[in-house]
């Protein structure tokens, strides 16, 4: 079930941007995802709340930003 499910979503990412879905936007959503993950394992099987995480998160924006810009 879960490769499957992986599969489509695979298959989604590789096809979008070809219907006309903007990139910039799928990047985003897949960042936010991925970050909701992570809280998502730290918060819910853990129990620990560390803000680090979320400064690794805006460090590695702020260089990927700059990084295209220049």
Do not use: E, W
Request: aromatic share 18%.
């Amino acid at each position: 079930m879960q490769r499957k499910a992986l599969y489509m979503l695979l298959i989604s990412l590789i096809v979008a941007p070809f219907a006309g879905v903007y990139t910039v936007f799928m990047m985003k959503v897949l960042c936010f995802a991925l970050f909701a993950a992570a809280f998502n394992l730290l918060i819910g099987f853990t129990d620990l709340l560390l803000f680090g995480h979320a400064m690794f998160l805006a460090t590695a924006g702020y260089v990927t930003d700059y990084a295209i810009q220049t």
